[in-house]
């Protein structure tokens, strides 16, 4: 999995590649516990080039949801593709998340 | 039970599907022929998912079975496949 | 492994993948589950379901059972029938306690506890098998979709 992450005014913008399972998740675990310790306002996470995602990367994304909300920050995901979408909804979280299918970013 | 070297080949095998490496796919179709049938099924739909061809292989066919679908594949790549995927999907697209 | 002699049986078929316990090969058995599904008869997004139950059964083998010893083995069988994928998976350390394999209140949102949600949720059965002396032996089942009716 690659991990790339772009700041801009009040927006950091993460993007993923590959596969986030029990071997890659804690290197995503770790890039956005240091997002999330920064106090960005809006947290992106594209998941456009990610193509699978197991419940060690959704716990992570939770994670991180809990952490960006306690200082009062906004977490989206964006290009939430037909492969991970429905590991979402296994999960009835695709209403906890803010979830975008395209990656344009509001 | 699978050996080491045998896990080694299934390996190879997916990261070629991974890396869309064209270039390989002689060597995954010699994995056609593979005595451990976990190679045989990856290999089969990695050249699957490369080419959109099966040319009627089945990893658990009987071994003769095996042999002809592969020599079907060894005469597609010789003919076909060696020029590329653009030159592969003309062909495949030409046939009705 | 070796090649038995005569036909195979015409309706179903196995294969046999021995992995260490290790992260790394997860994708490994991904990637022959999805072999195996799609022989089956199945497409997405029921190939990729069967491969993250198949993965989380994994997981938690590793992190549990084996309480993240990446020496040791997972036997992953499949068997791939006309209408259903079976899969089991073997291993031989720590047994489960009764009552511990749960999954999570989805109600409650918090990390962890996922994996056997979406095993359940996603495999036809799941069974847990602990008498063998040594470790445990869970069965999956996944049968093709019914075709629907025209």
């Known amino acids: 999995m690659e991990f790339t992450r772009e700041?801009?005014?009040?927006l950091t913008l993460v993007r993923?590649?590959?596969e986030v399972d029990m071997r890659s998740s804690?290197?995503?675990?770790?890039g956005?516990?240091?997002v999330a310790k920064e106090s960005v306002p809006h947290v992106a996470v594209s998941l456009e080039h990610v193509t699978y995602?197991?419940?060690s990367g959704i716990a992570t994304l939770i994670e991180c949801l809990k952490n960006v909300s306690r200082y009062g920050g906004k977490l989206t995901l964006i290009g939430v593709n037909e492969d991970i979408y429905p590991v979402f909804e296994l999960a009835h979280l695709h209403d906890v998340f803010d979830l975008h299918r395209d990656v344009t970013i509001d | 039970m699978n050996s080491s070297a045998g896990v080694e080949r299934m390996q190879g095998v997916m990261t070629v599907g991974e890396e869309r490496?064209?270039?390989?796919l002689p060597q995954v179709i010699e994995r056609l022929e593979d005595d451990d049938e976990s190679v045989r099924l990856m290999s089969a739909r990695v050249l699957q998912e490369m080419t959109g061809e099966d040319f009627g292989y089945k990893a658990y066919a009987p071994e003769h079975e095996r042999r002809e679908a592969a020599n079907r594949w060894r005469n597609w790549w010789n003919t076909t496949g060696r020029h590329g995927p653009a030159a592969a999907k003309r062909k495949a697209g030409g046939q009705s | 492994m070796t090649e038995p002699s005569g036909t195979p049986p015409a309706n179903d078929h196995a294969v046999t993948l021995t992995v260490p316990s290790d992260p790394k090969y997860m994708k490994l058995v991904r990637g022959l589950v999805a072999a195996a599904a799609e022989v089956v008869g199945f497409v997405k997004p029921?190939?990729?379901?069967?491969?993250l139950a198949v993965d989380e059964a994994c997981t938690n083998v590793i992190k549990h059972a084996y309480n993240r010893d990446h020496g040791k083995t997972i036997e992953v069988h499949l068997t791939m029938h006309p209408d259903r994928l079976d899969v089991t998976l073997r291993d031989y350390g720590r047994k489960a306690k009764p009552g511990e394999i749960k999954p999570r209140e989805l109600t409650d949102i918090r990390p962890g506890g996922l994996g056997v949600h979406f095993i359940r949720e996603i495999m036809d059965e799941v069974v847990y098998d602990s008498s063998p002396p040594v470790g445990t032996e869970l069965r999956m089942t996944k049968a093709l979709p019914?075709?629907?009716?025209?």
């Open chain 1, 7 to 10: 700041d801009r005014d009040g």
């Open chain 1, 32 to 34: 956005l516990l240091q």
């Open chain 1, 26 to 30: 804690p290197e995503l675990r770790k």
């Open chain 1, 16 to 18: 993923l590649t590959g």
């Open chain 3, 146 to 150: 019914k075709p629907r009716q025209e």
């Open chain 1, 53 to 55: 995602i197991d419940s």
């Open chain 3, 46 to 51: 029921d190939v990729n379901h069967v491969c």
């Open chain 2, 21 to 24: 490496n064209w270039r390989a």
